[in-house]
């Protein structure tokens, strides 16, 4: 894979922004959560308008919680929810998960939920998870499989939607079928068996 600036496929509009707001820490982590303590140091990556890092950040009084996104508007929301609720443990910045900006061995755990779909180079991310996670810690990621997504009732413009999303992922150069990659991209970042726990679920 060639090494590119990490994007994201839909953009940061308004209604990207409600819908992800939506997403809490019960629904889309809730496979990690009950290794968590309170006193856990943890990296959210990719963490958007930061819906799930907030729910985190109140589980775990006396650790710390840092989402990081490409896109500095939803930064800007991200601390501001924070605030609002009176969280001092949580804290949101711009910055790319291709090059981290800590140091080896930083936190307990390093999450992704929805990331590595929309990156060209997702072994490299895998590579920088691992870098900045202790010894003992892991690395959590969801990822989506657009090959299974599924509607009930369906429709012809469902269908499409999911057609044109899977297009705009690849014109990225990223893979829409992330889900059922990930065993393969840890295998091909070897050294990630060392760390005691790679968690993978697909949606």
Known sequence: MTSKEPTYSLGYSPAVVDRHSLRRASTCCSYFLPHLNPT??????GCGPGSITTDVA?????GSIIGLDAGPTVVDIA??????????NCSFQVGD???LPFDDETF???YTHQLLIHLPDPVAAIKEMKRVCKVGGFVACRESDMDDAVFYPSTHSLK???QIMEAMIREKGSEPQAGKLLRRWVREKQDLKRR????VIVI
């Open 79 to 88: 601390n501001a929810k924070a605030k609002e609720l009176g969280l001092s």
């Open 108 to 110: 307990d755990v390093v």
């Open 58 to 62: 109140l589980l775990i009084s006396r």
């Open 97 to 99: 998960v291709m090059k």
């Open 160 to 162: 499409r939607s999911v």
């Open 40 to 45: 856990s140091c943890i990296l959210d990556l």
């Open 196 to 199: 005691r726990l790679w968690k």
